[in-house]
């Protein structure tokens, strides 16, 4: 490749899902480097922006490009663009926006999981079509059969695992929850 920028550039643009990730993975390290936070706000950290950059920027993102430029969305899954592009479009911009709500550190463990229930249903539901997709058609488009494919599998997985992680460190450590998680275990 003659313009290797340009290549990075372009590689981390069709791979949107994986270049959010890992932003918000160095950017959770940079916070934890800075702030030196125990166990639980280490896992804190990286939930938090993990929701902000991987579910957050990551579904925005994905709702532009699925309503703004739905043709050549539908072209890089091996598809045609039948109106779907815009319902998926604008669901992941829904998406985004609960991650981003989700985000601050003092919103509760209960808003944080369900900023993880629908991406991970959409993930995994996009996932098992893709397969279908590529043992019925044989259809390796890139954003049918590439990276996205394991993006879609794996990042419900981080994000439970995340979540998990934090919310045990919090109880082990003994914070205390936030005034709305306190309501959300006395409505339960």
């Known amino acids: 490749m003659s313009d290797p920028i340009g290549g990075i550039i372009a590689f981390a643009l069709k791979n949107f899902t994986l270049t959010f990730m890992i932003i918000g993975i160095v950017v959770a390290l940079i916070v934890i480097a800075v702030q030196r936070p125990g166990k639980h706000g280490v896992y804190a950290a990286l939930l938090n922006w993990f929701l902000f950059f991987a579910i957050g920027i990551t579904y925005i993102f994905n709702g532009i ?65 893709h397969i279908i997709d590529i043992i019925t058609t044989g259809n390796l488009a890139p954003n049918n059969a590439g990276l996205i494919l394991y993006t879609d599998i794996f990042t419900p997985v981080i994000g439970f695992v995340l979540w998990g992680l934090a919310l045990a460190s919090r109880e082990r450590s003994g914070d205390r929850p936030a005034p709305a998680a306190q309501a959300d275990a006395a409505a339960a």
């Open 65 to 129: 490009m699925h309503t703004a430029f739905g043709d050549m969305s539908a072209a890089s899954i091996g598809w045609e663009n039948n109106g779907f592009q815009a319902e998926v479009g604008f669901a992941s911009i829904g998406v985004g926006i609960v991650g981003i709500l989700a985000f601050p550190r003092r919103m509760p463990y209960s808003l944080k999981f369900a900023a993880l229930v629908g991406p991970a249903c959409f993930l995994w539901g996009a996932a098992g079509t």
